[in-house]
């Protein structure tokens, strides 16, 4: 099983301010990894897919890199409505896995 | 506009079983697989089942594998979530997914059905 694994699990922030989210697979995932964004009390968003390829209707203030075992997701200026978690998941094997979340507060 | 909605869900003793089902609209739902994602109280998201699109292959986490089945009608434009023997651990809200067009992702989520095991 592929494991995830995410940092930090809670990132304070301003509006305004830039956010980095990190994602480490183990073992290596080449460039199948996804982000979602989690609202309280709402389903998942598909924000990026493949690393670094932005879903439709997703703002260009998001995007992704990385490749193999280390991949960031970057908001390169929050927006009020930004704050919520977020999860790395890949589809390189079965089982699909998530990570375990990243928590973006506000400061 | 593309839309999934689950229903089934509800409280059940240790042991029980549930079927949760997931109607979808707005796409042809034959083309797409469907991946059942569940999430634990305060937890984060476990993948759970994904079955393709003509139904001929399914996947399952190993936390429910041999308890829960998956299936589809294509004819219904529904996906089924069979959960038996069930157990404290699988109390969470279940989400069904659309998958992608190219890839195990998924695009598309229903606001879920919560499954309670509780005696």
């Known amino acids: 099983e592929i494991v995830l694994t995410q940092s930090p699990a809670t990132l304070s922030l301003s509006p305004g301010e830039r956010a980095t989210l990190s994602c480490r697979a183990s073992p290596s995932v080449s460039s199948y990894l996804a982000w979602y964004q989690q609202k309280p009390g709402q389903a998942p968003r598909l924000l990026i897919y493949d690393a ?3 879903a439709t209707g997703i703002p260009a203030r998001f995007s992704g890199s990385g490749s193999g075992t280390d991949f960031t997701l970057t908001i390169s200026s929050l927006e009020p409505e930004d704050f ?3 999860y790395c998941q890949q589809r390189t094997h079965w089982p699909l896995t998530f990570g375990p979340g990243t928590k973006v507060d506000i400061k | 506009e593309v839309q999934l909605v689950e229903s089934g869900g509800g409280l059940v003793q240790p042991g029980g079983s549930l079927r949760l089902s997931c109607a979808v609209s707005g796409f042809t739902f034959s083309d797409y697989a469907i991946t059942w994602v569940r999430q634990a109280p305060g937890k984060g998201l476990e993948w759970v089942s994904t079955i393709s699109g003509s139904g001929g292959t399914t996947y399952f986490a190993d936390s429910v594998k041999g308890r829960f089945t998956i299936s589809r009608d294509n004819s219904k434009n529904t996906v089924y979530l069979q959960t038996n023997i069930l157990r404290a651990e699988d109390t969470a809200i279940y ?3 659309k998958g ?8 598309v989520w229903g606001k879920g059905t919560t499954v309670t095991v509780s005696s």
């Open chain 2, 95 to 97: 989400y069904c997914a």
């Open chain 1, 84 to 86: 919520a978690v977020y």
């Open chain 2, 100 to 107: 992608t067009s190219y890839a195990n992702y998924m695009d």
């Open chain 1, 52 to 54: 670094s390829n932005r």
